[in-house]
Nanobody, 124 residues
Framework: QVQLVESGGGLVQAGGSLRLSCAAS????????MGWFRQAPGKEREFVAV????????YYTGSVKGRFTISRDNAKNTVYLQMNSLKLEDTAVYYC?????????????????WGQGTQVTVSS
């Protein structure tokens, strides 16, 4: 059983940057893909980014491509999401989640344990 805790959210002006962290405990996540999802009020939770177990492969939803970077430090059992050039529409609660071993996907059903989320609010 793994526990995930997101941090780093907050209030930022449009065009600014934030770095989110996801710290895992209970077991190592070094064999798993890891993903970031987000959910705005009244909207479905949507895929944002995923990184494979080794950090060598990543994939992003089109709306964040070129602005967000997912990375991981397996020695620290931690995953990051660097968010640059933030837009108003990026406002959401951001969640990290544990993905499968051996591959990664972009569907919510591909992911198991979820964190509590961290709020990101982008203002004008």
């Amino acid at each position: 059983q793994v526990q995930l805790v997101e941090s780093g959210g907050g209030l930022v002006q449009a065009g600014g940057s934030l770095r989110l962290s996801c710290a895992a405990s209970g077991r190592t996540i070094s064999s798993n893909a890891m993903g970031w999802f987000r959910q705005a009020p009244g909207k479905e939770r949507e895929f944002v980014a995923v990184v494979n177990w080794s950090g060598t492969s990543t994939y992003y939803t089109g709306s964040v491509k070129g602005r967000f970077t997912i990375s991981r430090d397996n020695a620290k059992n931690t995953v990051y999401l660097q968010m640059n050039s933030l837009k108003l529409e990026d406002t959401a609660v951001y969640y990290c989640a544990v993905g499968p071993r051996g591959y990664y996907g972009t569907q919510r059903a591909d992911f198991g344990s979820w964190g509590q989320g961290t709020q990101v609010t982008v203002s004008s």
